[in-house]
């Protein structure tokens, strides 16, 4: 029930921030619900610790929107990645607080600058990301790290994977760009959830 309320709030500021009504099914309330509640449903059944469960939550609510808006736009908004990284970042600093230990805030503070500067790498040399994705970067490496240097490896692995994939399988042709937000954000969550709780 959260997740479903949730998303479909969420939904609001994916249509608020939205330019486009090409494709109103993505848009639509009951597909930010449904996605929501079943990613806020597969985290809890995770067993991880309520601090975590609530950054992930936080993750989850701006990434429905952020890839819906990447499919159909071809961008990243700054408020949803500014409140993602809001959301996720004060969780992460309540959780290394309540914990009493620091280990897991110094893993997450540096995963978050590993990412953003070899994404900014890739982006300078090759022109295959965007600013936006960069900045997606920082915020799916504080998620990730956060959890564990292997989770970290996982997420960027997979991120990179299920993006060639969308270019080996057709979907995109080989003049044109495909969206790498949607993907880098189904790589984070995909290791999240394979990882322990």
């Given at each position: 029930?959260l997740?479903?309320?949730?998303?479909?709030?969420?939904?609001?500021?994916?249509?608020?921030?939205?330019?486009?009504?090409?494709?109103?099914?993505?848009y639509?309330?009951r597909t930010?619900?449904?996605?929501?509640?079943?990613?806020?449903?597969?985290?809890?059944?995770?067993?991880?610790?309520?601090?975590d469960?609530?950054?992930?939550s936080?993750?989850v609510?701006?990434?429905?929107?952020?890839?819906?808006?990447?499919?159909v736009?071809?961008?990243?908004?700054?408020?949803?990645l500014?409140?993602?990284?809001?959301?996720?970042g004060?969780?992460?600093?309540?959780?290394?607080?309540?914990r009493?230990?620091?280990?897991g805030l110094?893993?997450?503070a540096?995963?978050?600058a590993?990412?953003?500067?070899t994404?900014?790498g890739?982006?300078?040399?090759?022109?295959?990301?965007?600013?936006g994705?960069?900045?997606?970067g920082?915020l799916?490496?504080?998620?990730?790290?956060?959890?564990?240097?292997?989770?970290?490896?996982?997420?960027?692995?997979l991120?990179?994977v299920i993006?060639?994939?969308v270019?080996?399988?057709g979907s995109?042709?080989?003049?044109?760009?495909?969206p790498a937000?949607?993907?880098?954000?189904?790589?984070?969550?995909?290791?999240?959830?394979?990882?322990?709780?």
């Amino acid at each position: 029930m959260l997740g479903a309320v949730t998303g479909a709030v969420g939904n609001l500021g994916t249509r608020m921030l939205a330019t486009s009504s090409d494709d109103i099914g993505l848009y639509s309330t009951r597909t930010g619900a449904l996605a929501t509640s079943v990613l806020f449903g597969a985290f809890g059944q995770q067993g991880s610790p309520i601090e975590d469960l609530v950054m992930l939550s936080c993750l989850v609510v701006v990434a429905i929107p952020l890839a819906v808006i990447d499919m159909v736009e071809m961008r990243l908004p700054n408020p949803l990645l500014a409140a993602g990284y809001l959301g996720v970042g004060t969780c992460v600093v309540a959780a290394a607080v309540a914990r009493g230990e620091c280990t897991g805030l110094g893993r997450a503070a540096v995963g978050c600058a590993v990412v953003t500067v070899t994404y900014l790498g890739v982006a300078l040399c090759t022109g295959g990301l965007g600013s936006g994705d960069v900045k997606l970067g920082g915020l799916l490496g504080m998620t990730s790290a956060w959890k564990s240097w292997s989770v970290l490896l996982a997420s960027m692995t997979l991120g990179w994977v299920i993006l060639l994939l969308v270019f080996r399988l057709g979907s995109v042709k080989h003049d044109r760009k495909a969206p790498a937000g949607p993907a880098l954000l189904a790589g984070t969550l995909i290791a999240v959830l394979g990882s322990s709780g």
